[in-house]
Nanobody, 112 residues
């Protein structure tokens, strides 16, 4: 059974950073693409970034993409999404998606 579990969210002040984790189980993690999405209040879920099985990253945040850093640890079956210089508009539930499976998400709230 495939399981996808995100963690690392919370309440963060503007300008701070957060590192989100996505732990997966139930399949061979190495070689599988990992995708991070987010859904802000009242908005549709959007794709943030992808890290391929080979470790290549694709960032879909346009002019803001420099703030989003994706990595993975194949030995620990974990993908990380670090977000720097957080802004109120980054407030959202962040989800991990892989092989057709969603996690439940982790809430990130940016507020002073």
């Amino acid at each position: 059974q495939i399981q996808v579990v995100e963690s690392g969210g919370g309440l963060v002040q503007p300008g701070g950073s957060v590192r989100l984790s996505c732990v997966v189980s139930g399949f061979t993690f190495s070689g599988v693409d990992m995708n991070w999405y987010r859904q802000a209040p009242g908005k549709e879920r959007e794709l943030v970034a992808t890290i391929t099985g080979a470790g290549e990253t694709f960032n879909y945040m346009g002019s803001e993409k420099g703030r989003f850093i994706l990595s993975r640890d194949n030995a620990e079956n974990i993908s990380y999404l670090q977000i720097n210089n957080l802004k109120p508009e980054d407030t959202a539930v962040y989800y991990c998606w892989t092989r057709g499976n969603w996690g439940r998400g982790t809430q990130v709230t940016i507020s002073s």
